[in-house]
Nanobody, 125 residues
């Protein structure tokens, strides 16, 4: 059973916007937190944003603060990442993931509950 399915990636010019979606199964929706991660070629995986499913508290990497917004739609069990003012350095494969252990939500780039297959974001200058 597929637990997380991303969509919404694509190619845009610098300054443009994209919205990523991540459809969650009932199993992953019950996680403690959901997050977005990205990995560019030959670079380590980077945490982008995290949202706690209970209270909706959010956290962002410094590199995306003020430009990206993570949100939840509980009616459709969908996680979103609105990305504005995109920069070439945002180019990467983006993944959504779920974590059930509270202590790992802000400290780990290897969430343990589930991962999506990834969606490519390419920003040209």
């Amino acid at each position: 059973q597929v637990q997380l399915v991303e969509s919404g990636g694509g190619s845009v010019q610098a300054g443009g916007s994209l919205r990523l979606s991540c459809a969650a199964s009932k199993y992953t929706w019950s996680s403690y937190c959901l997050g977005w991660f990205r990995q560019a070629p030959e670079k380590e995986r980077e945490g982008v944003a995290v949202i706690y499913t209970g209270g909706g508290t959010t956290h962002y990497a410094d590199s995306v603060k003020g430009r990206f917004t993570v949100s939840l739609d509980k009616a459709t069990q969908t996680l979103y990442l609105q990305m504005n003012n995109l920069k070439p350095e945002d180019t990467a494969m983006y993944y959504c993931a779920a974590e059930s252990i509270a202590d790992r939500c802000l400290t780990s780039t290897s969430f343990t509950k589930a991962w999506g297959q990834g969606t490519q974001v390419t920003v040209s200058s």
